[in-house]
C-alpha cells in the first residue's frame, strides 16, 4: 500500500509565501515524475509544475518565476515553496507520483488528498 500525504497548506496574505511538502510512504520500490495541481472551486484541475526523477522541472505560466517544486529522493518527499503568492493561487493543492511498488513490476500513478491554500487580499 502506497500513501502521499500533503502538508503544509493554510491561509495567507497576499505577498507572502508557503512551502508544501508532499510525503509518499508504503512499499515503494522506485518514483519516476512527481507533479503539483491545484484546482479552485468551479475551475478544472491544473498542473502547476513537474519534476523529473533526475531533477529536471516545468511549471505553468502562471506560477514560473514565484513557485519552485523540488524533491528529496532519499525521503521520498516533494516539496512546493511558494512565493509571492496572488488571491488568484487559492486553491485546493495535490500532489501525484508515478511509481513503482515493491510487490508489481508496472508503474502507476499515485494521487495525494489534497492541502488547502488560501490567499487574502
Known amino acids: 500500500q502506497v500513501q502521499l500525504v500533503e502538508s503544509g497548506g493554510g491561509l495567507v496574505q497576499a505577498g507572502g509565501s508557503l512551502r508544501l511538502s508532499c510525503a509518499a510512504s508504503g512499499s515503494i520500490f522506485s518514483i519516476n515524475a512527481m507533479r503539483w495541481y491545484r484546482q479552485a472551486p468551479g475551475k478544472q484541475r491544473e498542473l502547476v509544475a513537474i519534476?523529473?526523477?533526475?531533477?529536471?522541472?516545468n511549471y505553468a505560466d502562471s506560477v514560473k518565476g514565484r513557485f519552485t517544486i523540488s524533491r528529496d529522493n532519499a525521503k521520498n518527499t516533494l516539496y512546493l515553496q511558494m512565493n509571492s503568492l496572488k488571491p488568484e493561487d487559492t486553491a485546493v493543492y495535490l500532489c501525484?507520483?508515478?511509481?513503482?511498488?515493491?510487490?508489481?513490476?508496472?508503474?502507476?500513478?499515485?494521487w495525494g488528498q489534497g492541502t488547502q491554500v488560501t490567499v487574502s487580499s
Open positions: 501525484n507520483a508515478d511509481l513503482r511498488t515493491t510487490t508489481s513490476p508496472n508503474q502507476y500513478r499515485y
Open positions: 519534476i523529473s526523477s533526475g531533477g529536471t522541472t
